[in-house]
Nanobody, 125 residues
Framework: QVQLVESGGGLVQTGGSLRLSCAAS????????VGWFRQAPGKEREFVSA????????LYADSVKGRFTISRDVARNTVYLQMSSLRPEDTAVYYC??????????????????WGQGTQVTVSS
């Protein structure tokens, strides 16, 4: 079983940048799909991005495409989400998640078995 710990959230102005980190412990991400999701107050949790650990394939929600970049550091067993050109509507708690089945890169919350505790991102206007 893998444990996930997110970090890097904070308060930023519109147009600013933040980098979120998702570190794994307990085992490596080998063959996992690692995703980022977010949940704003009163809204459902939604998909943001995902990366396949083995091949490095990536997937993005349309709302963040061109502004966010997901990447992985194999040596550090860590996944990053670089967020740029941030908007107030990006304000949410951001969660890292992991799916041990590498054959499907899913946007569905239910596909992911392991979740971190979340990190708050607030974008002020």
């Amino acid at each position: 079983q893998v444990q996930l710990v997110e970090s890097g959230g904070g308060l930023v102005q519109t147009g600013g940048s933040l980098r979120l980190s998702c570190a794994a412990s307990g085992r490596t991400f080998s063959n996992y799909i690692v995703g980022w999701f977010r949940q704003a107050p009163g809204k459902e949790r939604e998909f943001v991005s995902a990366v396949s650990w083995s091949e490095g394939f990536t997937l993005y929600a349309d709302s963040v495409k061109g502004r966010f970049t997901i990447s992985r550091d194999v040596a550090r067993n860590t996944v990053y989400l670089q967020m740029s050109s941030l908007r107030p509507e990006d304000t949410a708690v951001y969660y890292c998640a992991a799916d041990p089945r590498p054959d499907i890169m899913s946007r569905s919350v239910g596909q992911y078995d392991y979740w971190g505790q979340g990190t708050q991102v607030t974008v002020s206007s």
